[in-house]
């Protein structure tokens, strides 16, 4: 039977090797991307998020192992061959990185990197109508003068034309699924407004999935349909977006929140105390542990594994769990 997931982690382990020997980056990582949503992973810099979508492109640096599964549309991408690898990076899913300069050639004109990405989906296509295809696109993206900025080569536009160009050429091959790695981080807040605004319009128009990480839960608010939250190479909290935001069900997530640069009410900054473990530390507990204001004994022992504490949220909070599982006795309230 097929799902209405775009696509899932199950179980994700992954190992990078390093001279000390490998170390674990991702943790058992559980994840659906329900087809046409915004997704968002947010967590601080080195929660995984990275890495979570290199795996999901099987992009991970040499000699990383993974364990578990990662489903494109019910496929196992970690056991696909290398040809419908191609096919699938041609054509279903387009990777957006932080850099937009690492996804162009800087030696080949603008329209001819956009027109050589357009043929993988359209390869009947005479070179005058994948032209023209490209040149709809940048002016949908929003790139003043299109027909003459085909003309151009990368180093000739700004950081945010750049980017705004990356995901004309993504879109140009009409993929389903768009991984979106920390796109706005290298531009000035108008653009990266501009950008997010962008890629939201883009689901609502054409049904894009979208799984967009950010290091900045305040860039997400009115874009997100879900929010996983991740720290120290795993999800701590999953729901839909909205009601993670208003009703955090992880101390984590709530810490991430009362951080963030732009708090709804516009109240005073806190910092979340204490830094992550270090990649590749085994937890005997729950990794937050010693972060976290609300620490019980529990929570240095039993493993904290991420589980459904409502049909749609899912928390790896122990406590929480603890407190769904044991509701109050009836009559304790009075
Ligand atoms: N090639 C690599 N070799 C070893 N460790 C790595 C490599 N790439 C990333 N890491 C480590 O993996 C962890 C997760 O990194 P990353 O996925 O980039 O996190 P994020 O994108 O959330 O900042 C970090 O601790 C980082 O130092
Ligand atoms: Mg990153």
């Given at each position: 039977?097929?799902?209405?997931?775009?696509?899932s982690?199950?179980?994700?382990?992954?190992?990078?090797?390093?001279?000390?020997?490998?170390i674990?980056i991702?943790?058992?990582?559980?994840?659906?991307?329900?087809?046409?949503?915004?997704?968002?992973?947010?967590?601080?810099?080195?929660?995984?998020k990275?890495?979570a979508?290199?795996?999901?492109?099987?992009?991970?640096?040499?000699?990383?192992?993974?364990?578990?599964?990662?489903?494109?549309?019910?496929?196992?991408?970690?056991?696909?061959?290398?040809?419908?690898?191609?096919?699938?990076?041609?054509?279903?899913?387009?990777?957006?990185?932080?850099?937009?300069?690492?996804?162009?050639?800087?030696?080949?004109?603008?329209?001819?990197?956009?027109?050589?990405?357009?043929?993988?989906?359209?390869?009947?296509?005479?070179?005058?109508?994948?032209?023209?295809?490209?040149?709809?696109?940048?002016?949908?993206?929003?790139?003043?003068?299109?027909?003459?900025r085909?003309?151009?080569?990368?180093h000739q536009?700004?950081g945010?034309?750049?980017?705004?160009?990356?995901i004309?050429?993504?879109l140009?091959?009409?993929?389903?699924?768009?991984?979106c790695?920390?796109?706005?981080?290298?531009?000035?807040?108008?653009?990266?407004?501009?950008?997010?605004?962008l890629?939201?319009?883009?689901?609502?128009?054409?049904?894009?999935?979208?799984?967009?990480?950010?290091?900045?839960?305040?860039?997400?608010?009115?874009?997100?349909?879900?929010?996983?939250?991740?720290?120290?190479?795993?999800?701590?909290?999953f729901g839909?977006?909205?009601e993670?935001?208003?009703a955090?069900?992880?101390?984590?997530?709530?810490?991430?929140?009362?951080?963030a640069?732009e708090r709804?009410?516009?109240?005073?900054?806190l910092?979340?105390?204490?830094?992550?473990?270090?990649?590749?530390?085994e937890?005997?507990?729950c990794?937050?542990?010693d972060?976290?204001?609300?620490?019980?004994d529990?929570?240095?022992?039993?493993?904290?594994?991420?589980?459904?504490?409502?049909?749609?949220?899912?928390?790896?909070?122990?406590?929480?769990?603890?407190?769904v599982?044991?509701?109050?006795?009836?009559?304790?309230?009075?």
């Amino acid at each position: 039977m097929k799902t209405h997931t775009a696509l899932s982690y199950r179980s994700v382990n992954v190992d990078f090797p390093t001279v000390d020997g490998s170390i674990r980056i991702l943790r058992g990582v559980d994840l659906d991307v329900p087809k046409g949503s915004i997704v968002v992973l947010a967590g601080e810099s080195g929660s995984g998020k990275s890495t979570a979508m290199l795996a999901a492109a099987r992009l991970l640096p040499w000699g990383a192992t993974v364990e578990g599964e990662v489903l494109v549309h019910d496929e196992n991408i970690t056991t696909m061959s290398s040809g419908a690898l191609r096919g699938l990076r041609a054509q279903t899913m387009r990777v957006i990185f932080q850099d937009p300069w690492s996804s162009m050639h800087p030696m080949k004109r603008i329209g001819a990197q956009l027109v050589e990405s357009a043929k993988q989906a359209h390869p009947d296509w005479p070179k005058s109508r994948l032209e023209e295809h490209c040149i709809d696109i940048l002016e949908k993206v929003g790139i003043p003068e299109p027909r003459a900025r085909m003309k151009s080569y990368a180093h000739q536009v700004s950081g945010g034309q750049l980017q705004r160009i990356v995901i004309a050429m993504c879109l140009v091959a009409e993929p389903e699924i768009l991984l979106c790695d920390e796109p706005t981080t290298a531009l000035d807040v108008t653009t990266q407004q501009q950008i997010l605004d962008l890629l939201v319009d883009l689901n609502k128009r054409l049904g894009v999935t979208i799984v967009l990480s950010t290091h900045d839960i305040s860039v997400i608010r009115g874009i997100a349909d879900y929010l996983a939250v991740m720290y120290a190479g795993t999800v701590v909290e999953f729901g839909p977006a909205l009601e993670v935001l208003s009703a955090p069900q992880h101390p984590y997530t709530w810490a991430l929140l009362e951080s963030a640069p732009e708090r709804a009410d516009g109240g005073r900054l806190l910092t979340i105390d204490g830094r992550p473990p270090r990649a590749g530390i085994e937890h005997r507990g729950c990794a937050f542990a010693d972060r976290c204001t609300a620490t019980a004994d529990i929570c240095r022992t039993e493993a904290a594994i991420l589980k459904s504490i409502t049909p749609e949220r899912q928390s790896a909070c122990l406590r929480v769990q603890q407190s769904v599982s044991a509701p109050e006795p009836i009559g304790a309230a009075v």
